[in-house]
């Protein structure tokens, strides 16, 4: 899945995001695409590739790194995830994902 605004690391985004149930749970901070590697180029040749993640700013507890996988919906304005407000932070996503790149 391909966000416009996420998968590129690209830095701070404006992304707004909610839960399923309506709640505003914080914005997006960057992200990471499902190919990742030093180069898109590179990721493609060696065909390393990954659930995809973003990291989630601005809830009580810390970032969390969401799997694409739990979007439900987006817009450009607006992410909507699948879970309720008080699924989310059940879902172990307060660990940064081995294998994403750091900086």
Do not use: C, N
Request: aromatic share 8%.
């Amino acid at each position: 899945m391909s966000i416009s605004g996420i998968g590129d690391h690209t830095g701070p985004q404006e992304t707004d995001v909610y839960s399923v149930d309506g709640h505003l749970i914080g914005k997006v901070a960057e992200g990471w695409a499902s190919e990742y590697a030093s180069s898109r180029t590179l990721a493609g040749t060696t065909h390393q590739t990954g659930v995809g993640y973003f990291r989630l700013t601005g809830l009580k507890g810390g970032d969390l790194f969401v799997p694409l996988s739990a979007v439900a919906d987006y817009t450009d304005e607006r992410l909507r995830i699948r879970f309720t407000k008080a699924q989310i932070t059940k879902q172990g996503w307060d660990k940064r994902p081995a294998d994403l790149p750091r900086e």
